[in-house]
């Protein structure tokens, strides 16, 4: 033996023979091939001859190792120095299990971010249970590649997996707020509003983790499946023969099962869900990217901008104008079985004492263009008079010279035009250009109490600051005010309670009441609790309003209120349903009058059959009905 040759080693009993030995379609190998890149080996190759003898695919020739100097062979000769730091030599039957394990968890990987889809709902045993067309034609790509094409293949196919995983979870979470999946081009914005939201419920500390907790999950995701894939990839490479006739198989299977419509308790077995998946995700960002021309147009064509100032809104001059949303009061909380009766009392307590106050009023439905979240697209929705479904149409709009339902007030010079905003902490540059003269945000009220989860003011003590600051002033001016109320804003724990007006003062009663209040953390664990709170929240929003106007309306007193969009899926139990409650209250007759062919309900509380518009269409209504020739 010379001094240059390594002491022969005997070959891992891991590696085993190469299982395409007899394959056709690549040249066969020397038998002893294995043996000898295991015995020539040198010091720190081992791993390596062990890996290649294991793991080597068809039609790549073994690389000969690099002749050492003898003075390392002793290295070589280590026990325990073949792979692992020789876990796999000493223990070749576990090694055996973990690699098949390893092999199989990344075909479950791939299969079920394949086969899961990307709503709760949907989720069920029968959905996973099925075998994805797009499984048996990645193995067919790939099993068709040569060697280094096949492993760049591999792993950007992890990258997409992994990318539209992340992407289906984010599907889960917007449907489970919004009722709509992720808008890949509008909807990055709204990321950092989830993360305020999580900051308003569970602290900073809180916040801080959420965020941390979902990179790493993101990343985690990324990186298990470019894995899973690249490991699949080299199982089907060093069991072609066998991968080939699956795969075959697997297709004539698909085939036969999706042209005879085979279904297994319901749910059709031969899928092609992921393709079609993507597919609608492509068309929904080139539909998103069109969008700006399509709202473009729509803008354009606005029935009353060339009229007149002195011809808008004539049949409310000299009146106070107050157009006031509630945040989240959607159907729901009025036709829902358990919730229905408590805020049905609350209506018919309201209407009472309005109309032992002289005033009347007059309800229907309007349909927002959002769900679960999104006020600030309802609220210009129903000021423009245009469609605001997505933040990319709020911008072209906010930076556009279309003329809101407020602008029409501010153009006629008749009324000072302001805004209650209690919701908004941050600057918000938007708001002059729904013409407003003046914005009292959470910090101009002259609150100093506690926030209330993600709501900083709570309602009637916004109202009574109103009347504080503008409403109770003397020799004024006649106001339209815009008033957004955000008690009812999710997360709806804990929520205030109403206290005599008196006893407001600066608002640090609230402390007390706060502390008095429920967990956010325990009521979201049950979805009944949840139902429950947000009924409450609504109930106290509503008899915010309504004691306010007994207590501060007069004559000339014109309110309008509606909710801005329904509450999240955990309340609506899912539904599809958009529609809000739209109500004017006035104690002079002759404004109702002018809303006498509308066909809406008397009283507080819309009928189940009363009118549904679209909110954009309510603008032009309402300025019709109170311009020159309406009534």
Request: charged fraction near 20%.
């Amino acid at each position: 033996m010379s001094h240059l040759t390594p002491p022969r080693q005997l070959p891992d009993d891991d590696a085993g023979p190469d299982p395409d030995a007899t394959a056709t379609d690549g040249p066969r190998e020397d038998s002893g091939t294995a043996e000898q890149t295991g015995a020539d080996a040198s010091p720190g190759t081992g791993e390596r001859a062990e890996e290649s003898a294991g793991d080597e695919e068809p039609g790549e020739p073994a690389v000969e190792p690099a002749v050492e100097p003898a003075a390392d062979t002793a290295s070589a000769a280590r026990p325990g120095w073949f792979g692992w730091f020789g876990w796999r030599r000493r223990h070749p039957l576990a090694a055996r299990v973990v690699r098949v394990g390893t092999t199989v968890l990344a075909g479950a990987l791939v299969l079920t971010v394949l086969l899961v889809p990307n709503r709760l709902d949907w989720m069920s045993v029968q959905a996973f249970l099925r075998l994805p067309v797009e499984g048996v034609f990645l193995a067919a790509v790939l099993l068709a590649l040569p060697a280094k094409a096949r492993r760049i293949t591999a792993g950007a196919l992890g990258v997409l997996l992994g990318l539209s995983a992340v992407l289906k979870c984010l599907d889960m979470g917007f449907r489970q707020t919004l009722a709509r999946p992720f808008d890949l081009v509008f909807d990055w914005v709204l990321l950092s509003d989830g993360a305020d939201w999580v900051k308003d419920s569970f602290g900073r500390s809180g916040e801080i983790l959420a965020v941390v907790g979902v990179i790493v999950l993101v990343i985690a995701v990324l990186a298990l499946s470019v894995l899973a894939t690249m490991r699949l990839a080299s199982a089907l490479a060093r069991h072609r023969t066998v991968a080939v006739r699956a795969t075959l198989v697997l297709g004539v299977v698909w085939v036969i099962c999706f042209t005879m419509g085979v279904q297994f308790g319901g749910v059709t077995f031969a899928t092609k869900g992921y393709a079609q998946y993507l597919s609608n995700r492509v068309q929904y960002v080139r539909d998103g990217l069109g969008d700006a021309d399509v709202y473009k147009k729509q803008m354009a064509v606005d029935a009353f901008a060339h009229t007149p100032s002195d011809q808008l809104l004539t049949g409310l001059r000299g009146k106070d104008v107050m157009l006031t949303f509630i945040e989240s009061y959607g159907r729901v909380a009025i036709d829902d079985p358990t919730m229905g009766p408590e805020v049905d009392a609350t209506l018919k307590a309201g209407g009472a004492r309005l109309e032992a106050a002289g005033f009347s009023a007059r309800s229907g439905w309007l349909r927002s263009p959002v769900t679960g979240a999104g006020s600030w697209l309802a609220h210009s929705t129903f000021l423009s008079g245009t469609w605001v479904k997505n933040q990319q149409r709020y911008r072209s709009l906010t930076t556009s010279d279309r003329a809101t339902l407020t602008s029409y007030f501010q153009k006629t010079g008749a009324w000072r035009t302001v805004g209650v905003v209690p919701g908004v902490r941050k600057p918000w540059p938007e708001g002059k250009y729904f013409g407003l003269d003046h914005i009292y945000d959470s910090t101009h009220l002259g609150y100093q109490g506690p926030y209330f989860s993600w709501t900083p003011v709570p309602d009637q003590f916004s109202l009574e600051a109103f009347q504080k600051l503008e409403h109770g002033k003397k020799n004024r001016d006649p106001i339209m005010a815009e008033i957004i109320l955000a008690s009812s804003h999710n997360p709806w724990s804990p929520i205030a309670h109403m206290i005599d007006w008196k006893d407001l003062g600066d608002g640090s009663v609230f402390y007390k009441i706060k502390k008095e209040g429920t967990d956010p953390t325990e009521v979201w664990k049950s979805a009944k609790r949840v139902r429950t709170e947000y009924r409450k929240a609504i109930q106290y929003s509503l008899d915010s309003l309504t004691q306010w106007v007994q207590r501060y309306g007069d004559d000339n007193t014109v309110l309008v209120f509606l909710g801005d969009h329904q509450p999240v899926p955990t309340v609506t139990g899912g539904s599809a349903d958009r529609d809000v409650p739209v109500t004017i209250v006035a104690r002079d007759p002759k404004v109702l009058d002018r809303i006498s062919d509308w066909g809406w309900t008397d009283g507080l509380k819309p009928a189940a059959d009363a009118p549904e518009w679209a909110m954009n269409k309510f603008r032009d209504r309402f300025m019709t009905a109170y311009g020159p020739n309406g009534g």
